[in-house]
C-alpha cells in the first residue's frame, strides 16, 4: 500500500503499515494528525518555533521506532507521545508554559471545570503557605479579590511598580507546581 492508498484506511491499518516500515503510512499520519497536534501544543506554549520543533521530533521518533510500537489507537498514542515530550521539554527547561495562558483556559464552569478550579486553588493554596507574607496578600488580593494593581497599591501604601514585582514573585513561585496539572488538564481536555 502506497500514501494514497492508505488516505481511507482506518488508523488501525495505518498503524500497521507504518510497522511494517511503509514511508506512505507516516505521510498519512502526519497530513491527518500533524495539525491537531500542532494546535494542543501551540495552545499550552504559544511558541511557533517550539511547537514545530515538538511536532517534528514527534514524527521522526515515531519512524525510527515504528517497528517497537505497538499502536492499537493512533490519535490517544499520538496525544500521549506529544504530551511526554512536552513533560520532559518543560523538566530539562528546554520550554515553558505561559501560566497566564493556562489561567484564561479554565473560564467555564461545569462540572469537570469546577472541580479542576477546587484542584488548583487547593495547589495554590498549599503553595501560598510558602510566600512571604506580603506577597501572600498582594497575589490573594489581585488574584482572589480581583482588585487591579491600582487599587493594591492604594491600600496597602506601596508604588504600583511593588505590586506588580510581588505578584511576579508568587507567580514564579507557584509556577512550577501548578504547570504539569494545567498540561494535563489542557491535553486531557484538548483530546477529550
Given amino acids: 500500500m502506497i500514501g494514497n ?6 488508523d488501525h491499518e495505518i498503524a ?10 507516516l505521510e498519512v499520519i502526519y ?7 500542532y494546535t494542543a501544543a501551540f495552545n499550552l506554549l504559544r511558541d511557533k518555533p517550539a511547537c514545530e520543533d515538538l511536532i517534528h521530533d514527534l514524527f521522526i521518533d515515531l519512524w525510527l521506532k515504528r517497528d517497537s510500537h505497538n499502536i492499537l ?13 512536552v513533560f520532559l521539554d518543560i523538566r530539562s527547561k528546554k520550554i515553558t508554559i505561559d ?3 493556562l489561567e484564561l483556559g479554565l473560564q467555564n464552569d461545569s462540572v469537570e471545570d469546577m472541580i479542576s478550579k477546587k484542584e488548583i486553588s487547593s ?3 498549599r503553595q501560598l503557605k510558602h510566600l512571604p507574607e506580603k506577597c501572600r496578600e498582594i497575589y490573594t488580593l489581585s488574584r482572589v ?19 506588580e514585582n510581588q505578584i511576579t514573585i508568587a507567580l514564579r513561585k507557584l509556577r512550577p507546581s501548578l ?14
Avoid: C, M, W
Fill in 123 to 125: 495547589i495554590v493554596n
Fill in 5 to 10: 492508498d492508505l488516505l481511507h484506511s482506518s
Fill in 179 to 192: 504547570q504539569d496539572y494545567f498540561l494535563s488538564l489542557l491535553l486531557f481536555n484538548f483530546i477529550f
Fill in 31 to 37: 497530513e491527518k494528525y500533524s495539525g491537531k497536534l
Fill in 145 to 163: 479579590e480581583n482588585r487591579s494593581h491600582k487599587e493594591i497599591a492604594a491600600l496597602k501604601g506601596i508604588a504600583i511598580k511593588t505590586v
Fill in 73 to 85: 489507537h493512533l490519535a490517544p498514542y499520538l496525544f500521549l507521545a506529544l504530551k511526554n515530550r
Fill in 99 to 101: 501560566i497566564s495562558t
Fill in 16 to 25: 500497521e503499515q507504518l510497522a511494517k516500515g511503509n514511508p506512505g503510512a
